[in-house]
């Protein structure tokens, strides 16, 4: 028995949510969301109260419960508060800056690293080694900070790179040389 798919979703003041067959819309102050939801799952809206059932004990179904359930919450939480990614760019010459849109990145190659926000993601550079993710479809956040991470991964001997604030680079030892 699923414990988080039988979870009731409560939705807060503010927040709409509109269910047109399998298609959930979640409209908040921060924006719209819209997901296809698994033809599988059967999602009731009552009131203020979500609630998702599964039609039986299938393996699959089973393992789309749960996620469904996860699935819509997030999408509330985000057009509510937003989803943040925080990201710390560590080395010498090593920085980040924004011009317009565009976030542009020294990072120790022969030239600068520039990207671009996708849609509904925006960068935040509150100092040269913080960059900032923010949107409100929380699998969006994460995919781009894990792009912009890739762009220069930490490294595990001096620690140089771009890492998450929570990330903990295990060190290691250089060459020990000859005695």
């Given amino acids: 028995m699923s414990r988080i798919g039988n979870k009731p979703i409560e939705v807060p003041a503010g927040v709409e949510v509109t269910l047109n067959g399998n298609i959930i819309t979640v409209k908040g102050p921060k924006g719209t969301l819209t997901k296809e939801l698994h033809k599988n799952m059967e999602v009731s809206v009552d009131g203020n109260v979500i609630t998702v059932k599964r039609p039986n004990d299938e393996a699959l179904n089973r393992s789309l419960h749960g996620l469904t359930r996860t699935l819509i919450n997030n999408m509330i939480e985000g057009v509510l508060n937003q989803y943040t990614k925080t990201l710390e760019v560590n080395g010498v010459g090593y920085r980040a800056q924004l011009k317009g849109k565009k976030l542009v990145m020294n990072l120790g190659y022969s030239h600068q690293v520039e990207m671009d926000a996708p849609e509904g993601i925006t960068f935040e550079v509150p100092n040269p080694n913080q960059i900032i993710v923010r949107g409100i479809d929380k699998e969006v956040v994460g ?8 762009k220069r991964p930490p ?3 001096r620690g140089k790179g771009i890492k998450y604030d929570y990330e903990h680079i295990r060190r290691k030892e250089g060459k020990a040389g000859k005695k």
Avoid at 143 to 150: G, I, L, P
């Fill in 155 to 157: 490294e595990v001997y």
């Fill in 143 to 150: 995919q781009t900070a894990a792009v912009v991470r890739t």
